[in-house]
Every structure is written in structure tokens, then in C-alpha cells.
């Protein structure tokens, strides 16, 4: 008897730690991780003159190549780690023609607004990759915990965890990759 393949979401605004959690999670679990930042930093290769900023055409191509990505590994029944921020109105349309060719496990980061503002800042001097994104600015700060506090998350009826990143993992990484492997068993 085969089983459907699980399809792991990583939700949470920037700065939450999605990508490095999602990273760990794929490890553990033995699957592909699909990044939707990494997707736009491969495509800005093409576009050495490219300038990000909100909406910008990069953005607006990543989206649909990000899912066509999901479907393709999904309809060939790999259990794959989709990772995104999968605010609710953007992304939900994208993930719900998904629903019937998997399981689907939400495991969403959270932080305290302030330290994920940290968090970019600290990246942005750091990774060469982050100018393909519209990373808020040093005097962004206010206007960017106030987005992150409007944070509308991924609402899909489908079994979710929690996972506060501030340091380490709460909870620990065993216990959301237990969760994640959950998926397709039958209770005794």
C-alpha cells in the first residue's frame, strides 16, 4: 500500500529562522528542501542589474516557479520542505491545488519582532545573496515590527506546530521532525 507524500510547509514572517530550520528539518527527514528566497537568488543571476524592492518583477516570477517546483516533486510523490513566509492571502491559492497529492504538515517560525529585525540587518551585511531582496533598512525598524505584528498566517486546515527560533528550537528539533514524520501513520 503506498501512502501520499508529505508535503512540509515552513511559515513565519522574514528574520524567523524558516530557512535555517528548514534546512535541518530536510536533513533529518531525508527530503528536498524548496526555498523560495533561494529560487529568486538563482533567477537574479539573469538579472545582474536587477534592483529589488516591494513587488518587484523578480518577486512576482519567483511565486509561480516556487509552486510549479512543489507540483512537479509532489506529483512524483517526494516527500519535499516547501519554505516561504506563506502569508495567508498570498500563498494559500498556490498550496490548496496541492492538498489532494499530499499530506500536509505547517510548521511555523515565530520570534520576537525585534530580535527577527536583528536577525536581517545581521544577514544583510553578511550574505552576498540578500540584494536580490528588499531587506528593510537600519531605519526600518518601527515600520517593520509593525508589519511583522500584522503577520497573517497560513490558514489551512491541516495538523501545525509552533516553533519559537529564538534560541534553538521549542520545541526541540527531534520533537518537529517527530511531527513531520507523523504524517501517514496510523494510530495503534
Same mark, same amino acid.
Given at each position: 500500500?503506498?501512502?501520499?507524500?508529505?508535503?512540509?510547509?515552513?511559515?513565519?514572517?522574514?528574520?524567523?529562522?524558516?530557512?535555517?530550520?528548514?534546512?535541518?528539518?530536510?536533513?533529518?527527514?531525508?527530503?528536498?528542501?524548496?526555498?523560495? =528566497?533561494? /529560487?529568486?537568488?538563482?533567477?537574479?543571476?539573469?538579472?545582474?542589474?536587477?534592483?529589488?524592492?516591494?513587488?518587484?518583477?523578480?518577486?512576482?516570477?519567483?511565486?509561480?516557479?516556487?509552486?510549479?517546483?512543489?507540483?512537479?516533486?509532489?506529483?512524483?510523490?517526494?516527500?519535499?520542505?516547501?519554505?516561504?513566509?506563506?502569508?495567508?492571502?498570498?500563498?494559500?491559492?498556490?498550496?490548496?491545488?496541492?492538498?489532494?497529492?499530499?499530506?500536509?504538515? /505547517?510548521?511555523?517560525?515565530?520570534?520576537?519582532?525585534?530580535?527577527?529585525?536583528?536577525?536581517?540587518?545581521?544577514?544583510?551585511?553578511?550574505?552576498?545573496?540578500?540584494?536580490?531582496?528588499? =531587506?528593510?533598512?537600519?531605519?526600518?525598524?518601527?515600520?517593520?515590527?509593525?508589519?511583522?505584528?500584522?503577520?497573517?498566517?497560513?490558514?489551512?486546515?491541516?495538523?501545525? /506546530?509552533?516553533?519559537?527560533?529564538?534560541?534553538?528550537?521549542?520545541?526541540?528539533?527531534?520533537?518537529?521532525?517527530?511531527?513531520?514524520?507523523?504524517?501517514?501513520?496510523?494510530?495503534?
Amino acid at each position: 500500500m503506498t501512502r501520499l507524500p508529505t508535503l512540509v510547509v515552513v511559515s513565519g514572517p522574514a528574520g524567523a529562522g524558516k530557512t535555517t530550520l528548514a534546512h535541518k528539518i530536510a536533513q533529518a527527514v531525508g527530503c528536498p528542501a524548496v526555498c523560495r =528566497d533561494e /529560487i529568486k537568488e538563482g533567477m537574479m543571476h539573469a538579472v545582474p542589474e536587477f534592483v529589488p524592492g516591494p513587488g518587484d518583477e523578480l518577486t512576482r516570477r519567483t511565486l509561480p516557479v516556487f509552486f510549479d517546483v512543489l507540483g512537479l516533486l509532489v506529483k512524483a510523490r517526494v516527500t519535499t520542505l516547501a519554505e516561504a513566509t506563506f502569508q495567508d492571502r498570498v500563498w494559500r491559492s498556490g498550496l490548496e491545488p496541492l492538498r489532494e497529492l499530499v499530506q500536509l504538515r /505547517i510548521v511555523h517560525c515565530t520570534v520576537e519582532p525585534e530580535l527577527a529585525f536583528q536577525r536581517i540587518q545581521r544577514r544583510r551585511q553578511d550574505e552576498r545573496t540578500r540584494r536580490a531582496h528588499a =531587506d528593510p533598512e537600519l531605519s526600518d525598524a518601527a515600520e517593520y515590527v509593525a508589519s511583522y505584528r500584522a503577520f497573517e498566517r497560513l490558514s489551512i486546515d491541516a495538523p501545525s /506546530i509552533e516553533v519559537d527560533t529564538s534560541d534553538g528550537y521549542r520545541p526541540k528539533l527531534g520533537q518537529i521532525v517527530a511531527f513531520v514524520n507523523a504524517a501517514g501513520k496510523r494510530p495503534f
